[in-house]
Nanobody, 120 residues
Framework: QVQLVESGGGLVQPGGSLRLSCSAS????????MAWYRQAPGKQRELVAT??????TYTEPVKGRFTISNDNAKNTVYLQMNSLKPEDTAVYYC???????????????WGQGTQVTVSS
């Protein structure tokens, strides 16, 4: 069984920073890619950033402010969020595409989400 656990959310003032972490654990064979999504109240979940073999992509509103990185040895992905804005307020979810031990195919797994609130 594979689990993703996020941490690092919280309340921060506009212009502040937060660092989210997400660790994958369990019967993992290979982690192929990891990503961060977010869902604001009343809105659909949206992709924020991805990292695949060191290559990163970002949604336009966070470019230049957010940085995704990972530690392959720890099966962990991070999201450094700087210059936060009120519109960044959302529940942030980690997603990973993983081949579990004994599984026939890779599949996507989700974390439980962590709340990020940007407010003065």
């Amino acid at each position: 069984q594979v689990q993703l656990v996020e941490s690092g959310g919280g309340l921060v003032q506009p212009g502040g920073s937060l660092r989210l972490s997400c660790s994958a654990s369990g019967t993992i064979s290979v982690v192929f890619e990891m990503a961060w999504y977010r869902q604001a109240p009343g809105k659909q979940r949206e992709l924020v950033a991805t990292i695949v073999n060191g290559d990163t992509t970002y949604t336009e509103p966070v470019k230049g402010r957010f940085t995704i990185s990972n530690d392959n040895a720890k099966n962990t992905v991070y999201l450094q969020m700087n210059s936060l804005k009120p519109e960044d307020t959302a529940v942030y979810y980690c997603q990973a595409r993983i081949l579990a031990l004994g599984a026939a195919a890779r599949q996507f797994y989700w974390g439980q989400g962590t709340q990020v609130t940007v407010s003065s």
